[in-house]
């Protein structure tokens, strides 16, 4: 006697296509939430080093024009000239670790409008940059606790405080830590509660619109991002940013060192 088989149960095609739409949909937005986070450390840290490495570099510069302005100034008695002394000096920060950042003039010497004889160092600092393991482990705690993934307030909102402890250990590159979060979650209870049945295309459908917005959201940020001022800096050179602040260290040095023999020439008796 042949063996009957079971009837194969009949499925919508349209919420089986709406299904296999939102978990694409769904593993999009986690890439996309991975990749604009990732970017923001990188800029992020790329600032810190940028103003460390640079910002002495750049008032120093700023200082070196001040004092040009007003060694020239002293010399003409010009009101222009006098005016744009003043300008120059307006715009100068505080530089109160200048020597001991740089290592160049002393304080009274930098008054005196004295020109440094030895080239300026550079201060050794050094951009933290999440590794290959920490991005792993990242990726893989926000496609299992992403806020995002889930529609209960409470537990979105559970999942926003464990999120953003795993995006502090993320940004200091910390793999210990993001293991132990790992764990941690691993043997919590999710929570999540799933949509009922009978409703279940129109909540595939409203998912679906929202992670399409979300996603455009992203992208949006993303953009914004990458147009800011730090943004610019690291599209010059995304493979190399320490070597991109490396050059732009040695062009800042360079003028440095032109603006001082300047300065030399106007206060040399």
């Not at 919420?15 to 923001?40: F, G, K």
């Not at 004092?67 to 505080?94: F, K, N, S, Y």
């Not at 910390?174 to 929570?191: H, N, R």
């Amino acid at each position: 006697m042949d063996e009957v088989s079971a009837p194969t149960p009949w499925s919508d095609p349209e919420i089986a296509e709406l299904e296999r739409q939102v978990a694409a949909a769904e593993t999009a937005l986690l890439d996309d939430e991975v990749d604009v986070t990732t970017l923001q450390v990188e800029l992020d840290n790329l600032a810190i080093v940028h103003h460390r490495r640079l910002g002495p570099l750049y008032e120093r510069l700023d200082e070196l024009d001040a004092l040009i302005a007003e060694a020239i100034a002293a010399h003409t008695g010009d009101p222009a000239d006098i005016r744009r002394a003043v300008e120059l000096r307006g715009v100068v920060t505080d530089m109160p670790d200048l020597d001991s950042l740089l290592g160049a003039l002393d304080g009274a010497g930098a008054a005196a409008g004295e020109a440094a004889d030895e080239p300026m160092p550079v201060p050794e600092v050094h951009r933290v940059s999440p590794g290959a393991e920490a991005r792993k482990l990242f990726r893989e705690l926000a496609r299992r606790a992403h806020p995002d993934l889930v529609q209960d307030p409470e537990e979105k909102q559970r999942r926003g405080t464990f999120i953003a402890r795993v995006n502090a250990a993320y940004a200091r590159g910390d793999v210990t830590e993001l293991l132990a979060l790992g764990t941690e979650w691993a043997t919590s209870p999710e929570g999540a509660i799933g949509p009922d049945a009978e409703s279940r295309g129109q909540w595939l459908r409203s998912r679906l619109a929202w992670l399409t917005h979300r996603r455009a959201e992203l992208a949006g940020l993303r953009d914004q991002l990458m147009e800011g001022a730090m943004g610019q800096l690291l599209e010059l050179a995304p493979n190399d940013p320490d070597g991109l602040l490396e050059h732009l260290a040695d062009q800042l040095l360079h003028d440095i060192a032109e603006k001082e023999k300047v300065l030399g020439t106007l206060v040399d008796p």
